[in-house]
């Protein structure tokens, strides 16, 4: 094994789990490019059912990685959903990380 | 760089999202379209009632839109862009409804026929080259594409309006049929994007949304 294919390696035991699952990445994805989004608006954009949306945002609310705020306006539920600092920083280096991975795979070939 | 790139794409798909309703193309297309009917018929006070589309487009929204879109606060950049839209729009307008007043207090004075004519009919190329422009500008602060093609099928009607006289007719009521010719195109191109919007976003039983 070469010492690149071993970084490459290395590179991806680093990836965090809780990012990487792909529906919590198209969330965090969506976070990332706004400021705050209602939970009517995730569903449509990361095109996963109500049952799966919630249950991903709560795994990522208990790593906290993103902020819910709940609340009732004319007896209507309203959910805002935001990364917080440490989402953010998360998934930058999400990004980061796997750039780093493609790189090296693509130059492994 | 790719993935900065594929971000940027996702955020523009996001911002986009908004406006893939057909409601501004159906708004734009109702004040052609109105603007153009109301200078053919004896119903001049059309043109006035054309700038209404502005409550239709704010309450459409609300009870279209938002509930099946939902609600969405953007980046900073985003709204800072936002606010510049806004302020360049107000004083596009403003700028607009001034040049409609000077030629109409001209319309109004005791000028020949033929020099009232020639003012009306420099307004009106006026009036078609600042929709034209402005449905640019909308396609480019709302980074939505189609409204480009609404741009330059005004212009290119604008040219050929220019270009080409038909014997025998008013240059005028070429310019007014332009006007709503062009109109009715926009507002039936909103219909189609607004079903298509429809299919996309079917309305949700408790959606979890309340507009502010």
Same mark, same amino acid.
């Given at each position: 094994m070469s010492r690149d294919e071993g970084d490459g390696l290395r590179h991806i035991s680093e990836l965090d789990k809780l990012v990487h699952e792909p529906a919590r990445l198209a969330i965090m994805a969506q976070l990332y490019i706004v400021?705050?989004?209602?939970?009517?608006?995730l569903l449509p954009q990361t095109g996963l059912t109500t049952g799966n949306l919630s249950r991903h945002i709560s795994k990522l609310e208990e790593a906290g990685y993103v902020k819910v705020e709940k609340e009732f306006v004319n007896k209507k539920p309203h959910t805002i959903i935001q990364l917080t600092e440490e989402g953010r920083a998360v998934f930058r280096e999400y990004i980061e990380t796997m750039k780093d991975i493609m790189k090296e795979l693509s130059g492994s070939t | 760089m790719t993935s900065d790139m594929n971000l940027k794409e996702l955020e523009r798909k996001a911002w986009t999202a908004y406006f893939d309703d057909g409601i501004l193309d159906i708004s734009i297309g109702l004040f052609v379209l109105t603007f153009g009917i109301g200078m053919t018929t004896q119903y001049s006070a059309l043109t006035a009632l054309a700038w209404m589309v502005v409550f239709f487009f704010a309450a459409a929204k609300k009870s279209i839109t938002l509930p099946r879109v939902g609600l969405v606060t953007f980046s900073p950049e985003r709204e800072e862009r936002m606010k510049k839209e806004k302020s360049f729009f107000v004083v596009f307008f403003s700028i607009t409804a001034l040049l409609g007043l000077v030629f109409f207090l001209v319309l109004t004075?005791?000028?020949?026929? !033929? $020099?009232? !004519?020639? $003012?009306g009919e420099m307004a009106? $190329?006026?009036y078609e080259?600042?929709?034209a422009v402005a449905i640019f500008l909308v396609g480019y602060w709302k980074q939505i594409r189609r409204f480009y093609v609404y741009a330059g099928f005004f212009l290119v009607v604008i040219v050929a309006g220019v270009l080409f006289d038909v014997p025998g007719v008013n240059p005028l009521t070429i310019m007014m049929y332009q006007f709503i010719g062009a109109g009715g195109l926009i507002l039936l191109s909103g219909f189609i994007v607004l079903a298509r919007f429809f299919r996309r976003y079917p309305g949700r039983e408790g959606g979890g949304y309340v507009a502010r």
């Open positions: 400021r705050s989004a209602d939970f009517l608006f | 004075t005791d000028l020949p026929q !033929s $020099v009232r !004519s020639m $003012v009106l $190329v006026g080259l600042i929709i």
